[in-house]
């Protein structure tokens, strides 16, 4: 008899993953504040949320590596770090702490991300992975829908809202180090070799890497600049404050249900190409009409972009690769990356809108080309272990369906 789901594990983590994203963006919605309450420039505190993505590209390989190799005591000292640097900027309110406290929070925040489909593989039964990864990688929108809400509810008050978040950390740093208390009961299953050597030889890996770096650089480029891309069409700016906030809340639902529908059906590369090709066209229609279109776009974008992250990562996982972690922090390194390029590039076209949405709609059409290349290597995506599961579940598949017909 096989062991039980441990919910609770993954939750605590999932709650854990809010708190890094609080801290990446505790002083984002309050930058003037924070600003003159440091008394320091508006540029020096923007360093305090650029340090997370910087590190991140850094250390999301080594985190991965850690994790596959030494999983429990990884994820304990991701959780210390959090909790310590999200209480040091409370501690002592001046610039150098937050800094600092930032800094070890952003050192964590790869130990986190990485972990979520670890901490499903080893905590949850196989038909259980898909919605436990599917709420680990939703809760880091939570945190940026309670971020974001925090700063513009108290856009005054930074040590209010430091200390809110600071609390939140706290308190999820101690669930999720009682919850490592449980030894994961899928662990055992296979085992685990840390290597981005080995990672990067997976078949499939670099595209589906590809597909999410694209795919990410559309929404960290359309949450940095979707205000001023809208502006020249008459969006005001409260406007677009809403649309990105509706592209967030459905990209939680998304994560939620899309994610564990594609793992069912083991249609993670199909899900990936549609998603592609809804984002293309919802693209060209803020480009060209934002005024009349911008809900209309803004909900396809949320529910199907934000929720092709956890469908990579469901795929990763049931590959039923040894170096799952590693390659997790691959992908994760790429949608980083993507963030970072692509939303530099697009500050360049800040005056051509069209141009702008054109571009992401041209990278949207690249990302299904590259998903539908990722269909014909399926079997391959994350080693040939993950193929011998995929083709027994498909031939129990279509006897099925020769016997009852169409649903």
Known sequence: MSPASRWPVVLAFAALGVSTQLCWLAYAAT???????????????????????????????????????????????????????ASLRFAVDEYWAALAGQTLAAIAQPIVANAITRVAAGYLAPKDRPLGIAVGAGATYVGMIVAIGLGTALPGDVRTVVGIGTAIAVLTAVAALVSLRVPPPFLGEREAVGSLRVALREPGVPVLAAVVLLGTGIFVSLATWLEPLLKPAGVSSSTS?????VVLVSGVVGCVLVPPFAARRHWESRTLQVTALVTAAA??????????TGFVAAVPI???????????????????????????????????????VV???????????VVAFTVFAVLAVSAFLLARRLEHQEDQVAGTEGHDELAGSRNATVGQDSATGPA
């Open 283 to 292: 693209c060209l229609l803020l480009g060209f009409a934002p005024a009349a």
């Open 343 to 353: 939303s530099s590039a697009v500050g360049y076209l800040l005056d051509l809108p």
């Open 31 to 85: 930058t003037t504040a924070t600003a003159q309450h440091l008394g320091v420039s508006e540029q020096a505190v923007g360093w305090l949320a650029n340090v997370f993505p910087l590190l991140f590209v850094v250390l999301a390989v080594p985190a991965g590596v850690a994790l596959d190799r030494w999983f429990r005591p990884t994820l304990a000292v991701g959780a210390v770090l959090i909790a310590v640097g």
């Open 302 to 340: 949320g529910f199907l972009l934000l929720s092709a992250l956890p469908v990579a990562l469901s795929r990763v996982e049931r590959g039923g690769s040894a170096s799952a972690g590693t390659i997790t922090s691959v992908v994760w390194m790429a949608a980083n990356t993507g963030g970072v």
């Open 241 to 245: 404050g809403l649309l990105l906030l």
